[in-house]
């Protein structure tokens, strides 16, 4: 399963642009978005505090600029759900002390807290001792202190609806209809005119942040799920299984090829195959032969590898956490089909 703390920061470097555009609409005019910006992870990682490496957190670190021509650097911590930190505070101004020490630079900071502790929201590090005292307020944004209504404010902005995905994921265990929702909000991204590179990225961040416990659940929201996906195919679903099984054809086709390259150029490339072995032959062979074995090969490993690269789909898909459920969704095939092959897979 892909966890959060790595979707977070997935939809930060998709959407930084929009992510400015969410969390600091007052300044956002200022960027020069003409120019590149850039994330500076190993220069996080080598700045955070030791006590906290054996933990997972979404932060990042992005290099932009102004219009005015200015460097800035934007901090961005993410609270990832279910893990509340009270000494959370101190490792946010560990990260801007030691930035500002190190290379000089002011740093915008806010913490996004997507945990379900309604008592949990530092917003501030304070430190006094003999008159004197140090104050870091950095800005916060609490997703369980948020209404439904509120993530409709920027409603063509891509975290409205990662962020009503998040508050949805909160609901777990209390008394509303998740499935419900998360079909709910699946139809209004489809209903956005996002370009379609978005709505995919989107459409993946909501399927794994809100994860369904009920097998019948999880069966019920793909079926609702398929209709929409037809009608605007926005998820390149099937150019991705088109490619696999082109990947798969290909390499039927280089085994087609290299037979029909050694009957094809056998006798052109023997006499130097002779002396180097047959590796040379063959290399002879598919020069003349390839074209010809691949075409041949290309129409025999389109049949042959059809049902070979689903299987192979669904074992890397299997092997990377996803469930039966949504592999069947992804790949448009139903349960039956990916659990035999997954059967199959078990069985050695």
């Known amino acids: ?69 200015l ?21 946010m101004f ?39 005292r140090i104050l870091y307020e950095f800005r916060t944004f609490k997703v369980l202190d948020q209404n439904p209504e509120d993530f409709s404010k920027s409603p063509q902005n891509p975290f409205s609806i990662i962020l009503e995905t998040v508050w949805i994921a909160l609901q777990k265990g209390k008394k509303v209809n998740r499935l419900e929702l998360k079909l709910k909000i699946v139809k209004k991204l489809f209903e956005k005119g996002f ?50 099984l082109k990947r798969q054809a290909r390499e039927e086709g280089m085994k087609e090829g290299i037979k029909e390259g050694l009957e094809i150029g056998i006798e052109e490339g023997i006499e130097k195959g002779m002396e180097k072995g047959i590796e040379k032959g063959i290399e002879k062979g598919i020069e003349k032969g390839m074209e010809k074995g691949m075409e041949k090969g290309m129409e025999k490993g389109m049949e042959k590898g059809k049902i070979e690269a689903f299987t192979e789909i669904i074992f890397s898909l299997d092997e990377n956490g996803m469930e039966p459920e949504q592999i069947a969704a992804l790949i448009k095939r ?8 997954l059967a199959r897979k078990n069985r050695g």
Request: proline content about 4%; aromatic content about 18%.
């Open 71 to 91: 460097e800035k650097w934007v901090l961005c911590h993410i609270e990832v759900q279910g893990y509340v930190d009270h000494v959370f505070p101190d490792r």
């Open 195 to 244: 370009p379609k590179w978005k709505i995919e990225r989107l459409f993946n961040f909501i399927s794994y942040y809100i994860d369904l416990d009920k097998v019948e659940e999880k069966l019920i929201f793909e079926n609702k799920i398929q209709p929409l996906i037809k009608k605007s195919e926005p998820m390149g679903i099937m150019e991705a299984i088109e490619q696999e």
């Open 334 to 341: 139903d349960l039956i089909f990916v659990s035999e092959i």
């Open 94 to 132: 560990i990260y801007y002390y030691r930035i500002l020490d190190k290379y000089g630079k002011p740093v915008a900071a806010i913490a996004i807290y997507t945990d379900d502790r309604p008592s949990f929201h530092p917003k501030h590090f304070e430190n006094e001792f003999w008159d004197t």
């Open 1 to 69: 399963m892909i966890s959060k703390d790595v979707l977070w920061k997935g939809a930060i470097e998709d959407f930084f642009e929009d992510f400015l555009r969410y969390f600091f609409s007052e300044f956002v005019d200022e960027v020069d978005f003409d120019r590149n910006y850039e994330f500076l992870d190993k220069e996080l990682e080598q700045l955070s505090p030791d006590s906290y490496t054996q933990h997972k957190f979404a932060d990042k670190l992005v290099k932009f600029y102004l219009k005015s021509g």
